[in-house]
């Protein structure tokens, strides 16, 4: 694994003390003087926690349209390479506990998801994490299970790679089922339950994998 750079975290904590600004700014600045008595405190810090995401995501997509994900190997010491920890970043510290939280409803979670960068067709939900949005996309009508993972890089060793996940229409991933880095899924096709679906995999319309690692089953 590469070393996160003082460069890449001194953006990003600049970027984060912008959205702690703006978020507890905000809060106490709308709801900070309004009677709400005993609850004063509470509800001015709940609805700080509120703003700071939600400036968070916005502060996180103006980062990403001037420094955008790119797929491929990451050569090190690259802006591309940058890029991507400085993303990592952003999931260790603020989003990684929003999106693997079961807190959050189902619907809620989709935009979410989308507002991180997902695409997401309609009818479609995850019950599982995603854990870069910005290289995921999903026709509609898709499901995707409890506690299933998705992730579009691969961390080997000194090796760091991005490759989207492309998932057709009317597609089920069945509950915990791992989908590696590259891994394309075809219109109607089905993930078993439990199974890990390897880099680069292709899944053909209308088929049925499963198992560790996954294979067609029919």
Known sequence: MRRITARQITLFFSMLGVILMLGIGTAYGIFGSLPLGDFRGVTVVVLAVVF?????????????RFMPLVEGELAEGSREEFAAQVNI????????????????????????????????????YSAGTILDPPLTEFGANCIIGHDAVLFSHAIEGRRFALSRIRVGDGVTIGATAVIMSGVSIGDGA?????SVVLKDTRIGPNEVWGGVPAKRLK
């Open 52 to 64: 700071i995401y939600l400036y968070a995501l916005v502060v996180y997509r103006l980062f990403l």
């Open 89 to 124: 970043l952003f999931y260790l510290i603020l989003f990684n506990s929003l999106i693997r939280t079961h807190f959050l409803p189902v619907p809620l979670m989709r935009l979410v998801y989308q507002a991180l960068g997902a695409r997401m067709g309609e009818n479609t």
């Open 190 to 194: 089905i993930v078993s339950a439990g």
